[in-house]
């Protein structure tokens, strides 16, 4: 789970917080696509915290909560039960 914030002392204070409160917490920086200017990428903090942990430090920070989505269980397949039986004409 990633918290993204603007500000490196608001991203250095969660982090801070995190791992005070007994959480594993890193800061990296966040490439956004588009954007060539390095100062101008977020602050990214990965963390194990649970996700209402994080979403309060967010709003308190001004930064936002960004969680992988997990992709849609596709449906099983309708496989056959059994391999099909070929008839094959005979006097071959």
Known sequence: MR???FD???ARAVVARLG???YDAQLERERL???DDDEDHPWAVLTDAPEPVLELLVDAYDGWLDVEEEAPASPPLDLP???RKIKRPSGG
């Open 3 to 5: 918290g993204i914030f």
């Open 8 to 10: 490196e002392d608001d």
């Open 20 to 22: 005070a409160d007994g």
């Open 33 to 35: 696509a588009g954007e």
């Open 81 to 83: 039960a059994a391999p």
